[in-house]
């Protein structure tokens, strides 16, 4: 026992230190942060029709024996000579965009993601589609609220769009899936919770109780209702709630207008569900992966990746790195405590 006493005790010196280095590095990627905004990104687009069709011919040539890769390479070569002279464009293939979104709290990923979608606006064609890889577990009002209106840019613009969500879509994320044309899901995927939530904290007591005064001077009886700093009143916290659920109404007309078969008021309880219960709610439209969506994709589309990328200067990186580092120390940590808690 007392080496375990020992072990976890190295694991906590080892955790502090990390996180003091994270904590250095997260001050110099901040201030780095500050010209982000005025840092450019760069488009990628990726072919993974042509990725997928090398990786076919790579296997096929380790499986085959002798014989049959010489009749395979002959009749591959007859293929790509014949496809080559295909210049009719009743042999073009329609194109599919696939595009990520794997969004935070804050929703900030809405800024290249809106980059996504203006490029894609501006290449599509008739027949053209859209598959978004949708993660998030929702988060403020407004930064999902446009990220919504992105979707709904390509709806106007003809495009078809389908939403897949393999892990979760909830409350904000779930106001982004609801606007494609159709949502599938994995089987296990967290769907719904469609609801507002708000919480401050409070520290007006702690602060009367070191005798400090906080000063608050608003122009308009409802220009701030609640405040962490400053001592909250009745009425504050009564308009607080009013606009809550004003919210509220405005999510679920938002999730009835794109969702019309929904019966709203059984599902907008703050609930969540996996994707199988959530389809009998018709909150999905199918149960399958995004995996097997764009392996089906294929045989019909040219697919290919769309990704816009900011480029990270090295306090930023050197963040991330440290970060990571971090999450994997206390991942490890927590296996060690649950293991030896028996």
């Known amino acids: 026992m007392e080496f375990l006493y020992e072990y976890g005790l190295f694991f906590a010196k080892t955790a502090t230190f990390v996180l003091a280095a994270v904590i250095i590095l997260g001050l110099i990627a901040g201030s780095a942060m500050k010209g982000k905004a005025t840092r450019k990104g760069e488009l990628h687009i990726e072919n993974l029709t042509e990725e997928k069709e090398q990786e076919h011919e790579d296997i096929q040539r380790l499986l085959l024996d002798k014989d049959e890769l010489k009749a395979y390479e002959k009749q591959l070569k007859k293929d790509k000579k014949q496809n080559k002279h295909k210049t009719d464009d009743t042999d073009k293939k329609s194109r599919m965009f696939i595009l990520d979104f794997n969004g935070g709290v804050d929703a ?3 800024e290249t993601f809106r980059e996504e ?4 606006i501006t290449i599509a064609e008739k027949g053209d589609e859209v598959l978004l890889n949708l993660e998030s577990p929702g988060g403020v009002v407004h930064g999902y609220g446009l990220a919504a209106s992105q979707i709904d840019r390509l709806k ?8 897949s969500v393999d892990k979760v879509a909830a ?14 899901a994995a089987p296990f995927a967290i769907i719904g919770s469609i609801g507002v939530v708000a919480q401050l904290p409070n520290i007006n007591r702690l602060l009367k109780r070191f005798d400090v005064d906080i000063e608050q001077h608003t122009a308009g009886n409802f220009k701030r209702t609640l405040t962490v700093l400053g001592e909250n009143t009745d009425e504050g916290r009564e308009k607080f709630k009013q606009e809550l659920a004003e ?4 999510f679920k007309g938002f999730v009835s207008q794109h969702r019309p078969n929904v019966d709203i008021d059984a599902v907008a309880t703050g609930e969540h569900w996996y994707a199988t219960q959530a389809m009998e709610k ?15 994709s294929l045989s019909k589309f040219q697919v290919f990746k769309v990704e816009y990328k900011i480029k990270q200067n090295m306090a930023e990186k050197l963040g991330l790195v440290a970060a990571d580092g971090l999450s994997k120390v206390l991942g490890k940590m927590s296996t060690w405590s649950l293991t030896n808690s028996k």
């Open 117 to 120: 979608v203006s490029t894609v």
């Open 247 to 250: 919210t509220n109404v405005l």
């Open 108 to 110: 900030n990923e809405v």
């Open 282 to 296: 018709n909150l999905v439209d199918e149960i399958q992966t995004s995996d097997d969506f764009v392996l089906q």
């Open 156 to 163: 106007q613009a003809g495009i078809k769009t389908t939403a």
């Open 171 to 184: 409350s904000g994320g779930y106001m982004m899936a609801c606007v494609a044309d159709k949502i599938i």
